[in-house]
């Protein structure tokens, strides 16, 4: 669960006195929901983000992420609530230097998996994400939509609570941008949380369902909309 | 952690090492010119020590003794110089033995010892000590027994040797200090470079969880392996270069005898010290080095 009580962040910026980037938001998502994030540049997005990974703190306010209050979350457990997150990237940031099944089985090493655990587990995720064919592959070897699948593999390798997505088919052909979102989807059924920030207004009226628009570092609407 | 995925950090960071090539060769060549230099600057510093040690044994004051004293004032006299705080030993010459040693060392002379009325020689100690630096005291304090005449001592070569082996700890414990400073901070800034190149990298552990330790793991591998790849190179070189630099002074007998370079440690009696040392100053330097430049970026 994802919770947001009061929540200000406030950047200070020496020639301008500062930027308010968050003001006064309250968001809750439970668990197993799939929520859209939208908005314009500036609009507050990466801000969201970076509170709900705890790559910055807020000003103001609560933030609660499965059970951790980040506020009081000490630097040594930071890694440990990591591993409750799945996170995607817009530049999918896989290791160049790895190949697909190593990039996988990367992130269970660093949760300390077995090996047996790893071996299992990857092809398990790859063959989810329709890529067990190029488990051998380096990330350069693959288009973007690939590229993209094998960052949502090693998201969902490690059975996290929550996936954050941070427009994770900005880099890629439209046409793959749908299937992108149908993976999340598949995620999603089996119980995971999805938070996934878009400026892509076309697919999110295409799936539909709860939809968050920050505007001006306020939440300007929150419910939930029908699909096309 | 389990061991196969320690073993799995230690294959990326001897791996990271060849892949990384420039920056390994960079690393290794500096840490390499560091430890020989280093190597060598101890065992000639050790050298000079034992050649100082060998000229300073053949230091002596000479005490003479007035020709009228009798057998009492004598012993009494060897007593006295026996007990001195700064003896290390004593060794008394009758006025015929002073006179034959005298005789022997200056042969050149023969002649005109004939010419001679009498023995001019008069009864001597010949005292060496065990603190060069205080020989000064030693001679005042022995010149006032009773019965003494003169005491003789080297005392400006005495304080020459005191003053020589004194600037070369000095240059000697300098250089060690400058040495492993440029290596830690050369060693520091090319891993940087390379921790620099993999930043994304260290990102992404980061978000996926990863420990400090997991992540700087593999950069501790790679600084300790190159230094002690680099130390045992180093080690082969020092060998090379200090059995050159003996050979080079082997030739010349006199420089040889005059400063006792018979005992002047040779290598293969201490190779596998250096060996040790070498492997183990260099893991040290690169696991430094590792350690300070990986700090910075491990944090997000």
Known sequence: ?228 | MRMSNFGYLVRRGIGSVFKNTMMSIASFSVLLVCLLLIGLSVIVALDINIIMTNIEDRNEIEVFVYDDVTDAVLTHISDAVSSNRNTASVKFYSKDEAWADYQEKMPQFKELYASLPRNPMPYTFRVTVKDIKSISDTAAELQTIEGVEKVTAPYNFASALVDIRSTLSIIAGAMLIVMTVTSVIIIYNSIRSSVFTRKKEINIMKVVGATNSFVKIPFFIEGTFIGIVAGAAAWILTKLTYEAIVRLFEGDITIWQVFGLVNIIQFDSITWYVLAADCLLGAILGAVGTTFSTGKYVKV
Do not use: W
Request: glycine share 10%.
């Open chain 1, 1 to 228: 669960m994802v919770e947001l009580k009061n929540v200000d962040v406030h950047y200070v910026d020496g020639a301008k006195g500062g930027v308010d980037a968050l003001n006064d938001v309250n968001i809750r998502i439970n668990d197993g929901e799939f929520v859209f994030i939208v908005g314009d540049s500036g609009a507050g997005k990466s801000t969201l983000l970076k509170l709900l990974t705890r790559e910055i703190q807020p000003t103001g306010g609560r933030v609660f992420v499965n059970g951790y209050n980040l506020l009081k979350l000490k630097n040594r457990k930071l890694p440990y609530f990591r591993r409750s997150l799945g996170m995607i990237f817009q530049d999918f940031r896989l290791i160049p230097t790895l190949t697909v099944y190593e990039n996988v089985a990367f992130v269970l090493r660093v949760i300390d998996k077995s090996k047996k655990y790893i071996r299992q587990r990857v092809p398990y995720v790859l063959n989810l994400v329709k890529l067990n064919d190029k488990a051998k592959a380096y990330p350069g070897q693959l288009s973007g939509g690939e590229q993209q699948r094998v960052a949502i593999a090693r998201a969902f390798a490690c059975d996290p609570k929550i996936i954050i997505a941070d427009e994770p088919t900005g880099n890629i052909d439209p046409r793959l941008s749908y299937e992108i979102v149908e993976l999340l989807q598949d995620i999603n059924e089996c119980g995971t949380t999805v938070i996934m920030v878009t400026h892509n207004h076309d697919l999110v009226k295409y799936f539909g369902g709860r939809i968050i628009n920050l505007k001006d570092g306020s939440v300007a609407f929150d419910g939930c909309i029908e699909g096309e």
